[in-house]
Every structure is written in structure tokens, then in C-alpha cells.
């Protein structure tokens, strides 16, 4: 079992992340229920092509739709994974380290999803205190998970160094 080092690392990290991914998905589940009581009020006298589309948010603007799901997806898949990879972080056995790793950029690449949706979002314009919230911590999460994943990677290479090789004989 590997101890100290990338572990302890790992494991502060996790719990930043776990607790930065729960705000994500509160601040995304929030504007989706906003977006779902409001579009009925705002939609009124609207154009038909406006009104077709599934994802129309009254807040923010044309990437809102596309940046608000991916960013609860993330979310969600974020606590799921850093809450698992506390779990197999504690252990530290070589093969839920490996597991702890993949689900870790399994998680980076949907954050990353979500944070050039945030940058898209950025550089269209205008978007209420709410949304630029969503938009900072999904891009921070973006840095603090790819450093999750190196530790994690680094963690499941010294688990697999001291786990000792022994043969049957």
C-alpha cells in the first residue's frame, strides 16, 4: 500500500474538486430550473424558430443552452468520480489507483468540454453574476482536475513500484 506523497496529494485534491463540482452543479441545476419556470414568460410574442428551439434559456445568451447541461454533467460526473477516488485513493492498492486515474480524465475531458463552452459563452457577450460564477469555477476545475489526474497517475505508479512481485515456485 503507497503512502504519503502523491497520495496525500491526490487526496486534497479530491476533496477540492469534489467540493468545487458540487458548487458547479448547484449553480447548473439552479439555471436550469430558472430556464424551465421563465421560458414559458419570456417566449411570448417570440418568433417560431426561437420558440422551436430546446434549448432556449432566458438568461444569457445562445451558448447558455449547450454550456449550462454539459456544465451539470460534469458536475455531476465530478462528485461521482472524486467521491469513488477518495475511496480508492484510502486504499491505495495498485488496481484502484489505476481505476482512481482513468476516471479522473474521464472527468477532465467532460470538464474541458464544458469549460470551451464557458469560454464560447465568454466571448459572445453578455451573461448575468450567475452564469459567470458557473463559467469561473468550471474553468478553475478545468486546472485543478488535469493536476488530479497527475497525481493520480503518479500515485498509481509508486502503488505499483512498492507492491512487491512475488512467484509461485
Known amino acids: ?11 486534497g485534491l479530491l476533496f477540492l474538486n469534489l467540493i468545487l463540482y458540487v458548487i458547479v ?12 419556470d421563465e421560458s414559458f414568460n ?15 434559456f432566458p438568461i444569457g445568451n445562445l451558448a447558455t443552452g449547450f454550456f449550462v447541461i454539459f456544465a451539470l454533467l460534469t458536475g455531476v460526473v465530478g462528485v461521482s468520480t472524486s467521491l469513488t477516488g477518495l475511496h480508492d485513493v484510502s486504499q491505495g492498492y495498485p488496481a484502484s489507483m489505476m481505476s482512481a486515474a482513468a476516471a479522473s480524465l474521464v472527468t477532465w475531458t467532460l470538464t474541458l468540454l464544458a469549460m470551451g463552452l464557458a469560454c464560447k459563452e465568454i466571448s459572445i457577450g453578455w451573461r448575468p453574476p450567475s452564469l459567470r460564477a458557473l463559467e469561473t469555477f ?11 489526474a497527475g ?14 512481485m512475488v512467484s509461485r515456485v
Open 151 to 164: 497525481s493520480l497517475h503518479a500515485g498509481a505508479h509508486a502503488a505499483i513500484i512498492q507492491t512487491p
Open 138 to 148: 468550471t474553468i478553475i476545475l478545468a486546472g485543478t482536475q488535469l493536476l488530479c
Open 42 to 56: 419570456s417566449l411570448q410574442g417570440v418568433s417560431p424558430p426561437v420558440r422551436l428551439f430546446p434549448i432556449y
Open 1 to 11: 500500500m503507497a503512502t504519503g506523497g502523491p497520495n496525500s496529494l491526490s487526496s
Open 25 to 36: 452543479a448547484v449553480i447548473a441545476g439552479w439555471a436550469i430550473n430558472y430556464s424551465i
